[in-house]
């Protein structure tokens, strides 16, 4: 089946025709929005006024690509080939996750907090080390947000951090970019005295891959995602001792965590000597945020 004509009404249906069976109607509109806006600069609260407009035919063929893609359940996202995060456009692909809200509450928690303490840090700058950076949405964002920040952003990925300094580029954040494997980190020790460390790091046990869409299990890389069922604080663990070592005084630790073992990873922070841990519930009221400071 072909698209009728070039006639907006008419790309409409063909999205509508090809993609019901997939999608709900609710996403599916979402999704029709954000590719008007993302190929020919309409957005969706225009669409029934301009129905009768028409697009041209590289355009048009933008369109029919990305039906194609998304019956194959490819994200929205990666056919685009850009994702929206707290107010940014970012570049994704398959070398790293797509940013999700819940990331997004990380980030404004650390900025909150940041907030109310910025007296401190007025005599020199803030330093900020994010771990596993992936698109580089938290390091991004923070450098943004914080303009006396001087922030590193490490991951182990080669594909992920060139994706990252792009985005850092794109959004004029001057960041420094490492690859590192945390779990046998080589950082020098003048790269430590961090003021903030942040990760949202794999926790995804491989047993609930069962319980994944298909879209993520397809397309978003497994080595962003995915941790041993019988190690699942793996990472926080490595990360949390890596801390100790590399945080000032009163320094600041913030973890995006598995909602299943909330309890589990606050009890370790506590067991290693954090002080001030803290879980917190995202906005679906789920174990998804902890804190804690040396």
Same mark, same amino acid.
């Given at each position: 089946?072909?698209?009728?004509?070039?006639?907006?009404?008419?790309?409409?249906?063909?999205?509508?025709?090809?993609?019901?069976?997939?999608?709900?109607?609710?996403?599916?509109?979402?999704?029709?929005?954000?590719?008007?806006?993302?190929?020919?600069?309409?957005?969706?609260?225009?669409?029934?006024?301009?129905?009768?407009?028409?697009?041209?035919?590289?355009?048009?063929?933008?369109?029919?690509?990305?039906?194609?893609?998304?019956?194959?359940?490819?994200?929205?996202?990666?056919?685009?080939?850009?994702?929206?995060?707290?107010?940014?456009?970012?570049?994704?692909?398959?070398?790293?996750?797509?940013?999700?809200?819940?990331?997004?509450?990380?980030?404004?928690?650390?900025?909150?907090?940041?907030?109310?303490?910025?007296?401190?840090?007025?005599?020199?700058?803030?330093?900020?080390?994010?771990?596993?950076?992936?698109?580089?949405?938290?390091?991004?964002?923070?450098?943004?947000?914080?303009?006396?920040?001087?922030?590193?952003?490490?991951?182990?990925? @080669?594909?992920?951090?060139?994706?990252?300094?792009? *985005? $850092? =580029? +794109?959004?004029?954040?001057?960041?420094?970019? %490492?690859?590192?494997?945390?779990?046998?980190?080589?950082?020098?020790?003048?790269?430590?005295?961090?003021?903030?460390?942040?990760?949202?790091?794999?926790?995804?046990?491989?047993?609930?891959?069962?319980?994944?869409?298909?879209?993520?299990?397809?397309?978003?890389?497994?080595?962003?995602?995915?941790? @041993?069922?019988?190690?699942?604080?793996?990472?926080? *663990? $490595? =990360? +949390?001792?890596?801390?100790?070592?590399?945080? %000032?005084?009163?320094?600041?630790?913030?973890?995006?965590?598995?909602?299943?073992?909330?309890?589990?990873?606050?009890?370790?922070?506590?067991?290693?000597?954090?002080?001030?841990?803290?879980?917190?519930?995202?906005?679906?009221?789920?174990?998804?945020?902890?804190?804690?400071?040396?």
């Amino acid at each position: 089946m072909k698209i009728a004509s070039n006639r907006i009404v008419d790309i409409i249906r063909y999205f509508r025709d090809e993609l019901k069976d997939r999608y709900e109607a609710g996403e599916l509109e979402t999704i029709i929005g954000y590719c008007f806006e993302e190929f020919v600069n309409i957005k969706h609260a225009e669409l029934v006024i301009r129905k009768n407009d028409t697009v041209t035919e590289s355009e048009l063929l933008k369109f029919s690509f990305a039906v194609k893609d998304l019956k194959r359940m490819k994200p929205v996202q990666y056919v685009l080939g850009n994702a929206d995060f707290y107010g940014m456009k970012l570049k994704v692909n398959e070398n790293v996750l797509i940013p999700r809200p819940e990331t997004e509450e990380l980030v404004d928690l650390i900025l909150k907090e940041y907030q109310l303490s910025s007296i401190k840090y007025q005599d020199r700058g803030i330093k900020i080390l994010d771990i596993g950076t992936g698109s580089g949405c938290i390091a991004i964002a923070l450098r943004k947000n914080i303009v006396a920040a001087s922030v590193m952003a490490v991951d182990v990925s @080669e594909g992920a951090l060139r994706v990252a300094k792009e *985005n $850092a =580029i +794109a959004n004029g954040v001057e960041i420094s970019f %490492v690859k590192d494997d945390i779990l046998k980190s080589n950082l020098k020790p003048e790269d430590s005295n961090f003021d903030i460390i942040v990760s949202n790091p794999p926790y995804v046990c491989e047993s609930e891959k069962g319980e994944m869409q298909r879209n993520v299990l397809d397309y978003e890389p497994h080595l962003a995602l995915f941790v @041993e069922d019988n190690n699942p604080l793996l990472f926080y *663990n $490595a =990360i +949390a001792d890596f801390a100790l070592k590399h945080l %000032v005084v009163n320094g600041k630790l913030y973890f995006e965590i598995n909602q299943m073992y909330g309890e589990e990873t606050k009890k370790m922070l506590l067991e290693k000597g954090f002080k001030n841990v803290e879980l917190r519930k995202d906005l679906n009221n789920k174990n998804r945020i902890l804190r804690g400071e040396i």
